[in-house]
């Protein structure tokens, strides 16, 4: 774990690692802030390719039943142009002409793309195979610490973190507009990448039964910014107030911005919605399924906090499925909505009809 961490760190960097799979050696780089596909395959002997997600491939109109694949770049690729292959919503030529030679990516390449997406970047991977002339020079810079090497199966299994190793850090008591007698305790995960909040409200000593919850991912521009674009302010408020109705509950505020893509990848997400995409298609344009997020998270700090029965305040059925996978007794469900208007109903369509969530009552205008 401890070298993963140091590679997404250099890979958010923008510096090349190597993912070793047994015989086969792969240099690694992210698409952000690379200054020259050239140099890669100068230090690894072999062109490089771009390795892209299926999701990716599919809003280009590749069909492909891998997770991901690699695909072959011209000699004479630019940064923009191969910028543009990993998430531009327009290609200069047709996809077929671009992708051809297209192959499913190897393990070592899987674990490339993971990295990408632990790492908060675009989910596409420059990579470059090492040759056997190049090989004798990598593993002398590997051993000097020029290189870092990480093992190409933990590479690919990063996204999921490490269950039952989240770390309680710090807490005090923070008295809320809706909820005076609040305490927030900071968990943090152990690569140090992402920190996440339980907000306990009320006394948990009185409560009985099924503890009424809210899984809360971060939206920095509508949390704190009150952004008109999505509902998630509202909800946040909305969920604080109903929990301290309700007798006390907790809220998990999780780090899991833009449905896990981070904030980069939201803004970026919200400029292609503006071309005309819906918030689906636009994180599908960037190389992101439907809902990056992961919930093991959320099952550890319930367990930190003794909670093991919920009254779950959600819209999302994913999240009633991922605590019950986590051993979450969900006792039952309260829906959690925030005002329709007519700069987020493009949105929430989305998430009802795209996402599966469970909106009806307040797009017909019920509540």
């Known amino acids: 774990m401890y070298k993963i961490e140091r590679a997404i760190f250099d890979i958010r960097r923008g510096l090349p690692v190597v993912v070793n799979a047994g015989e086969q050696r792969l240099l690694v780089q992210a698409l952000e802030g690379i200054e ?35 695909v072959p770049l011209a000699a004479n690729i630019n940064t923009h142009e191969l910028h543009g292959l990993a998430s531009a919503a327009m290609l200069p030529q047709p996809a ?37 002339e190049a090989a004798e020079d990598i593993e002398q810079q590997v051993a000097e610490g020029r290189l870092l090497e990480v093992d190409a199966k933990e590479a690919e299994q990063c996204l999921a973190g490490a269950q039952g190793m989240l770390k309680r850090v710090s807490e005090a008591n923070i008295p809320l507009e809706d909820a005076a ?106 190389g992101f399924g439907d809902d990056e997020r992961q919930y093991a998270v959320a099952v550890d700090m319930l367990n930190a906090l003794d909670i093991g029965q919920v009254q779950l305040l959600t ?36 998430k009802a009809t795209r996402g599966g969530h469970l909106l009806e009552d307040v797009l017909s205008g019920q509540r």
């Not at 208007?341 to 369509?349: G, K, P, S």
């Open 96 to 132: 077929g002409g671009l992708l051809s030679g297209l192959k499913p990516a190897s393990l070592a390449e899987l674990g490339a793309i993971t990295l990408m997406r632990r790492a908060l970047l675009i989910p596409a991977a420059l990579c470059a195979f090492v040759s056997e």
């Open 36 to 70: 020259s596909v050239e140099a890669l395959a100068q230090l690894a002997g072999e062109r490089p390719s771009l390795v892209l997600t299926r999701h990716r491939l599919a809003a280009m109109g590749m069909t492909l039943t891998a997770e991901a694949a690699s």
């Open 181 to 286: 007698d609040s305490r927030f305790v900071l968990f943090r995960e152990p690569d140090g990448l992402r920190e996440h909040v339980a907000v306990v409200i009320g006394k948990p000593e009185r409560w009985e039964g099924a503890v009424p919850l809210r899984m809360h991912s971060a939206c920095l521009t509508g949390d704190l910014f009150g952004s008109l674009r999505c509902d998630c302010g509202e909800q946040l408020r909305n969920a604080v107030a109903d929990i301290q109705s309700m007798g006390g509950g907790v809220l998990l505020y999780l780090a899991q911005e833009g449905r896990g893509i981070g904030l980069a990848n939201k803004l970026r997400a919200y400029t292609l919605q503006d071309g005309g995409l819906d918030t689906v298609d636009a994180d599908q344009m960037l």
């Open 315 to 350: 819209n999302n059925p994913l999240k009633i499925e991922a605590l019950r996978q986590g051993g979450i007794e969900v006792v039952a469900r309260q829906a959690l909505y925030g005002s329709v208007t007519d700069h987020n109903q493009r949105y929430l369509n989305a």
